[in-house]
C-alpha cells in the first residue's frame, strides 16, 4: 500500500550511513571501539534487510533472514566483549 | 500513509544521529552512549513504520518479534560492551587531562 520507493530511499539513506560504523570498524583507536562499530553494522544491516524486503514485496521471506542475521550479531557481540573482557588473545 | 512517511523520516533522523555520534564523539564511552540510545529509536521507528505500511497480519508479528529482540539486544551488547571496557582499565575522556597522564588505553 506505501509506494516502495520511501523504503528504497530509506534503505538507501541507511546504506550511506552504514560507512560510520565501517569507519569506526576500520580506524577504532581500541578493540572495543571496533566492537562497537561492528555491533552497530549488524543492527543497521539487519533493518536495511527489512527495507529491502518491502522494496522487493517480498517480506515474508526477509524478516526470517533479518531475525537470524539480529540473532547471529548479538551472540557474536556478546563473546567477543566476554573474550576481550579477560583481556584477548595477548594476556 | 502521512503517518509511515513521517516514521520513517523520524527513524531516519535518529540512525544519523547514531553515525554522526560514532563518527564525531571523543572517546569510546561516548560513542558507545551514541549508538546505545539513539539507534535503539531509529529501530523502533523503523519497525513502526513496516509494520503500519504492512497492515494487521502475522508478517506484522514477525516484525514486531524483530524489533523487540532488537529493542532488547542492542542495549544488551552495548553495555557488555562498556562493561568489557572498563574492567580492563580504558579510562573516560576528560576536557582537561592532567599532564603526563595518558588519555586512555590504546591497542596494540
Known sequence: ?91 | MLLVVLLAAAALFFHAVAALGVLRMPDFYTRLHAVAKAETLGVVLTAAALILSVGPSLLALKIGFVALFLFLANPTSTHAIGRAALRTGLRPWQREPVTGAPQGARDE
Do not use: K, N, Q
Open chain 1, 1 to 91: 500500500m506505501t509506494p516502495p520507493a520511501l523504503f528504497l530511499g530509506m534503505a538507501a539513506g541507511l546504506l550511506v550511513l552504514v560507512t560510520a560504523y565501517l569507519y569506526r570498524l576500520a580506524a577504532g583507536p581500541t578493540v572495543f571501539d571496533r566492537l562497537l562499530g561492528l555491533s552497530g553494522f549488524g543492527t543497521t544491516t539487519t533493518l536495511i534487510f527489512l527495507l529491502i524486503g518491502a522494496v522487493y514485496e517480498r517480506l515474508d521471506m526477509f524478516v526470517d533472514v533479518s531475525l537470524a542475521y539480529a540473532l547471529l550479531m548479538f551472540i557474536g557481540s556478546l563473546a567477543a566483549a566476554r573474550y576481550f573482557e579477560r583481556g584477548g588473545a595477548g594476556r
